[in-house]
């Protein structure tokens, strides 16, 4: 596996996130996740037109297979939104950006990243989520940002 490249090393202004917040067994992410987009497309928190939208990996538990993912959209306050709706809060943190071409190649370029960037880097990832950025007009086939928090 070769090791990606980042296009720049970024830190993300401060934000509020709110979406839908799931956790997914590693084996069914790669159907779970498109599904978990359906779901909160057909009604975010608030409307998309004109903004970005955020895939965060919230955690994950190794010995367990399992991920928390949050599909997410910028919000100007917690204090309106519905109990149960997922909650984040973006901070400015360090973070390696990587262009990936896909929703498809996501996955892979997830694992190139923490596979074999971060050991030839010698750089060590923050505990912060990392996250996927759409562009306000992204439509499920075209390119978007992984933002991929490092310490230091």
């Known amino acids: 596996m070769i090791a990606p490249v980042p296009i720049r090393f ?3 202004r401060p934000r509020l996130l709110a979406g839908l917040r799931r956790h997914h067994r590693f084996a069914d992410a790669a159907t779970g996740i498109p599904a978990q987009w359906a ?18 990996f919230c955690g994950h538990d190794v010995a367990a297979q399992v991920l928390e993912y949050m599909c ?11 109990v149960g709706t997922g909650r984040l809060r973006l901070t400015d943190q360090r973070c390696a950006v990587f262009a990936c071409a896909s929703v498809a190649a996501s996955g892979a370029m997830h694992q190139a990243v923490t596979e074999t960037w971060f050991p030839a880097s ?10 996927e950025l759409y562009p ?3 439509d499920g086939g075209g390119g978007f940002e992984i933002w991929t928090p490092v310490a230091g």
Do not use: I, K, Q, S
Not at 122 to 131: H, I, T, Y
């Open 10 to 12: 970024d830190r993300p």
């Open 39 to 56: 779901e909160f497309l057909a009604a975010p928190p608030r409307a998309l037109a004109g903004r970005e939208t955020f895939g965060l």
């Open 72 to 82: 997410a959209t910028e919000v100007e306050d917690f204090a309106a939104l519905p």
């Open 122 to 131: 010698g750089l060590v990832p923050a505990r912060a989520p990392e996250f």
């Open 136 to 138: 306000p007009d992204f």
